[in-house]
């Protein structure tokens, strides 16, 4: 049976079965998310709602599709009812404070600000709620580099964050933090040291490497970045999962370099079995289609840009590439 068949018999099941028997299966929707399937998704989980309003796993996953088809409002409609509904899920909150945050990036300042403190509110909430969450303590992390003071900010939380993922065992990550805090303190050098050492300790780590790909490409080195983002193609083949591929061509493609090797990572992505939810299905065609387009093959980038559309009919920046390129 096809994926797609088989995402069609649970859509049309979802109204047919008692709740016990579909609150099961939403795995199987994850499981649609994650091969970028998000049209799918998100239908099957409105069935869903419609007999189960207050089942919070439900719309906890409904934000997710909306996040990654980068409906903001909506993802933060759906993260305020799952957890107003399980208030004490540290995921649901994590991927609330996402939310929130991408919403902020895309917005006006005065309307940022808020946003940007809910954002924290809802990290800090995550890492409050499981102090073993190592998702929750970056983006927080992240977050507290990343923001003013007056929004919480604060390069010395930062470092606490980093000390408590090193204390949960993960050195490497908690390194990356340390090189955010150097960036962001203009010490270059000292960031650079602490991506390279990143490496090291994680033996090669595609996703450590390709850090330091975006720190260079950062710093305008664009000869190291195609250099460093190959590395991380070669380390990443046969072991990792989808993100390497599709944020190690989106760094070619922002560097201006290596459109060939993109065009390769990004359809190994595409022909590959393993899909990830953090590397969309239709984001990779998506690229594709903007590499294709960059390269003067507008046929091409529409045949790319349809396939997104297929996946993911909302996702608007597939939607505006396309009247562009007919």
Known sequence: MTRRIAALLLIALVGVLPLPVYAANLSAVLQLLSAGHADEAVAALRLQLQAAPQDAAAHALLMRAYFATQQWDDAIAEGRRAVALDPQNSQYHLWLGRAYGEKA????????????????????????????????????????????????????????????????????????????????????????????????????????????????????????????????????????????????????????????????????????????????LFQAYYLLGSILEKAGDKGGAAQQYRAALALASSFEPAQTALKRVK
């Open 105 to 280: 990036e895309h917005s006006l300042w005065v309307m940022a600000v808020g946003l940007a403190r809910k954002t924290r509110i809802e990290f800090e909430t995550a890492v409050a709620l499981d102090r073993n969450n190592l998702e929750a303590h970056s983006d927080l992390a992240e977050f507290y580099v990343q923001a003013p003071a007056f929004l919480g900010g604060g390069t010395d939380k930062a470092q606490t964050q980093a000390d408590q993922i090193r204390a949960l065992g993960d050195e490497t990550s908690a390194l990356g933090i340390s090189a955010q805090i150097a960036e962001a303190a203009k010490n270059y050098a000292l960031a650079e040291q602490k991506l390279r050492q990143a490496i090291r300790v994680s033996h090669d780590n595609p996703n450590a490497i390709l850090n330091l790909a975006n720190f260079l490409q950062r710093r305008g080195r664009m000869t190291e970045v195609e250099a460093t983002v190959n590395r991380a193609f070669l380390a990443a083949t046969g072991s990792e999962p989808g993100y390497i591929f599709l944020e190690g061509a989106q760094s070619l493609y922002l560097a201006g370099r290596n459109f060939n090797g993109a065009m390769q990572m990004l359809r190994t992505y595409i022909n590959s079995s393993q899909h990830s939810e953090n590397a969309p």
